[in-house]
């Protein structure tokens, strides 16, 4: 399943050529990816004992995002791993591709700073938002 995100862009997020900044369209990525970094999250006492940890970005950016116009990001996973996944997000205003990023999350042991295993349970979660190779390109 795609999972679809609305940003209307603000206008001081305009910089000095005329567009969104690219940390925006970043920042945007990382909102609209939220939904899923959140269920890798658990504590224990108060204190986080599981988180996602982002180790790799590939970004692209395509075009320039102009204030004015909704950027809508669609989000889902292309890869689940034992430890890990791959989130395809990309990002269009008016229905033409602006930036796209592939995000890898780990799944994290906050208390012992290692990777572990992704759960059943979370994996079940996490396969609700999988595509195909085939249906990637958002």
């Known amino acids: 399943m795609i999972k679809e995100t609305n940003f ?18 970043l920042a945007w990525f990382e909102d609209a990816r939220s ?3 959140n269920l890798f999250q658990s504590s224990e006492n108060g204190v986080s004992k599981t988180n996602a940890v982002i180790v ?12 004015g116009s909704d ?5 889902s996973i292309v890869r689940l791993g034992n430890k890990s996944c791959s989130i395809y997000q990309e990002a269009k205003q008016q ?12 799944n994290f042991d906050m208390v012992q700073r290692q990777s572990i295993a992704i759960s059943e349970e979370l ?8 595509v195909k190779a085939t249906e990637s390109a958002l």
Not at 8 to 25: A, C, F, M
Not at 56 to 67: C, K, P, T, W
């Open 123 to 130: 994996a079940k979660q996490l396969s609700v938002w999988q």
């Open 95 to 106: 229905d033409v591709v602006v930036a796209s990023v592939t995000a890898t999350l780990v």
């Open 71 to 75: 950027v809508k990001i669609s989000s």
């Open 35 to 37: 939904f899923l970094t």
């Open 8 to 25: 209307s862009p603000r206008v001081t997020e305009v910089n000095s050529g005329n567009h969104i900044g690219n940390l925006n369209i």
């Open 56 to 67: 790799n970005l590939d970004v692209n950016f395509i075009a320039e995002v102009h204030y």
